[in-house]
T-cell receptor, first 116, second 111 residues
């Protein structure tokens, strides 16, 4: 069954520094992978998704992620952190049930703190 | 355009009281609907999903139940809340074209 693991529950970066949030996946079939962002007391907002097309995926707010099959990774990056990037980030993989319904399995999340 | 409504935004309930959280979707038909719970430090856990009216699949055994009385309405319930039911509850919908869209969540505190 598909799953994702996020390394590091908390990450701190300085404003203007590179943001790197790590996600590794496990899947016996070509995965569909997603990154979501959650601001305090809000729902989740889709940042970007990988659906087996280009391996480098660009999302909103300057974020991008690269699918690396050899490393089973889908790390999220942003060249220069902004204070407004402080939030919790979730990696997810789409799992298809026997009925054909699909559901997303989320990682445990990484809280990003941006230091002035 | 499609929208998803979830209410209330916050709720404080005593232990042993009942619970009803409602989620409705607009602008689409026959969506797949989901309830997730987010507990502190534990990420997002899928509780229930539904592929149609009256069709509920439970992912984990618990003190909660779900119902789908109408195509675009999904309700999360409990007869008697436990302290461990505290958390942030998120409703989501999806179809083949759109992927997942989340509601704004309900913060439940059981006291």
């Amino acid at each position: 069954a598909q799953s994702v693991t996020q390394l590091g529950s908390h990450v701190s970066v300085s404003e203007g520094a590179l943001v790197l949030l790590r996600c590794n996946y496990s899947s016996s079939v070509p995965p569909y992978l997603f990154w979501y962002v959650q601001y305090p007391n809000q729902g989740l907002q889709l940042l970007l998704k990988y659906t087996s097309a280009a391996t480098l995926v660009k999302g909103i707010n300057g974020f991008e992620a690269e699918f690396k099959k050899s490393e089973t990774s889908f790390h999220l990056t942003k060249p220069s952190a902004h204070m407004s990037d402080a939030a919790e980030y979730f990696c997810a993989v789409r799992r298809v049930a026997a009925s054909g319904t699909y559901k997303y399995i989320f990682g445990t999340g990484t809280r990003l703190k941006v230091l002035a | 355009s499609q929208t998803i409504h979830q209410w209330p935004a916050t709720l404080v309930q005593p232990v042993g009281s009942p619970l009803s959280l409602e989620c409705t979707v607009e602008g689409t038909s026959n969506p797949n609907l989901y309830w997730y719970r987010q507990a502190a430090g534990r990420g997002l856990q899928l509780l229930f999903y539904s592929v149609g009216i009256g069709q509920i699949s439970s992912e984990v055994p618990q003190n909660l139940s779900a119902s789908r009385p109408q195509d675009r309405q999904f309700i999360l319930s409990s007869k008697k809340l436990l302290l461990s039911d505290s958390g942030f509850y998120l409703c989501a919908w999806s179809n083949v074209r759109s992927g997942y869209t989340f509601g704004s969540g309900t913060r439940l505190t059981v006291v």
